[in-house]
C-alpha cells in the first residue's frame, strides 16, 4: 500500500498550478521558461518544469500526490484489475490494455483473481481496485455468479479507510449487485434495471472533476450502461446523449467513481476500441480517474 489514504488539504480539487503536461508524457519536460536551470540549487530546479539530471519528473509544480513529487520523483499507485485467470486473453483485452496505460504512468497494476481480494489485509495490498464485475467469472452467465460477492462484505471499510473503487460497464444494472449491497452503496451511482444509449459520450461543463480533467467526447460503439442516475452529493462527470452516466465522490477518506460506458469488466465488447489507442479522450478520463480515486489530485 502506498499510501492511497491521504486525501489531499483542502478538498479533492485543491492541485492548482500545475502542469499535466509533463506528468501525461511520462515525466517529458515542459521547456524551461527562464532558460536559467544551471544557476539554480537543485531545490530549485526541481517544480519548473524543465527535467534535468537527477529528476525523474518536473511538472512544473511542487505539490505531492498528482504523479510527480516536491522532490521530482515519479508516485506510483498499486492497482488492482479484478478479473478472472480462466477468461480468454480476448475476453481481457480492456483489462489488459487498462494495465498497460496505467504501467506507462509508472504505477503498478495488477490482472488478480477476485480470490486475491476476499480478504481485508488482500485488499489492502492495492490503494485501488476496479471492479470487474459481473461475469468476471467468464465461465458462467449466471447473474448469481458475480465475483463481486467476494470482497463486497470489505468494501465498506477499505473505502472508509482511504482505498479507492472504479466501477463501470454492467455493475449497476438490475439484478447483479443483489449480492453486494455494500458495492451498490459504496458507488456514486444507483442501480438500474434500464437499458442504455449512445453513442457520445460529453464532460458534463460544472464538474469539479471535469473542469481540471476534460476530455475529448468519445463514441461507445456499442452500450453505454448508464445505470439509474448519479445520488444526491456526487459530482456528476460524463453524459450519453442527454443522460447521466458517470459520477465520482468521496467517502470517508476514500473515493469511488462509476462510469458506465467503460467497460473495465473482462468481457467481449467492440466497446475495447475505448482503451485500444483510437479515441484519446476515453483514455484521459479513465486513466485520471483510476489516480483520483487513488488518492491523486
Ligand atoms: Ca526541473
Ligand atoms: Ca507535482
Request: hydrophobic share 40%; charged share 20%.
Amino acid at each position: 500500500m502506498t499510501g492511497g489514504a491521504a486525501p489531499q488539504p483542502g478538498g479533492a480539487f485543491a492541485v492548482a498550478g500545475e502542469s499535466a503536461a509533463g506528468r501525461a508524457a511520462g515525466g517529458a519536460p515542459d521547456a524551461d521558461p527562464g532558460g536559467s536551470g544551471g544557476n539554480l540549487s537543485a531545490d530549485e530546479r526541481c517544480g519548473n518544469g524543465a527535467l534535468e539530471p537527477g529528476e525523474a519528473c518536473d511538472d512544473g509544480g511542487n505539490v505531492n500526490r498528482d504523479g510527480c513529487s516536491s522532490v521530482c520523483t515519479f508516485e506510483s499507485l498499486t492497482i488492482a484489475l479484478e478479473s478472472k485467470g480462466h477468461c480468454s486473453d480476448s475476453e481481457q483485452l480492456v483489462l489488459i490494455d487498462l494495465a498497460e496505460l496505467l504501467r506507462a504512468r509508472h504505477h503498478a497494476a495488477y490482472l488478480v483473481d477476485a480470490s486475491s481480494l476476499d480478504t481485508a489485509s488482500e485488499l489492502r495490498n492495492f490503494d485501488v481496485v476496479v471492479l470487474g464485475g459481473v461475469r468476471s467469472n467468464c465461465a458462467s452467465s449466471s447473474v448469481t455468479d458475480n465475483d463481486l460477492d467476494a470482497f463486497d462484505p470489505l468494501i465498506p471499510d477499505f473505502l472508509l479507510g482511504g482505498g479507492g473503487i472504479v466501477a463501470s460497464g454492467w455493475v449497476l444494472w438490475g439484478p447483479y449487485l443483489d449480492h453486494s449491497p455494500n458495492i451498490a452503496a459504496a458507488l456514486p451511482t444507483v442501480r438500474s434495471d434500464d437499458t442504455m444509449s449512445g453513442p457520445l459520450v460529453t464532460p458534463v461543463p460544472g464538474s469539479a472533476f471535469i473542469s481540471r480533467f476534460p476530455f475529448q467526447p468519445f463514441e461507445v460503439n456499442k452500450y453505454a450502461a448508464c445505470a439509474g442516475g448519479s445520488k444526491p452529493g456526487a459530482d456528476r462527470i460524463i453524459n450519453v446523449g442527454m443522460r447521466d452516466c458517470g459520477a465520482i465522490w468521496q467517502r470517508g477518506k476514500g473515493r469511488a467513481a462509476f462510469v458506465g460506458p467503460l467497460f473495465t469488466e473482462p468481457y467481449l465488447y467492440e466497446n475495447q476500441s475505448l482503451l485500444d489507442g483510437s479515441q484519446p479522450g476515453s483514455i484521459e478520463l479513465i486513466v485520471r480517474l483510476v489516480e483520483w480515486a487513488g488518492g491523486f489530485y
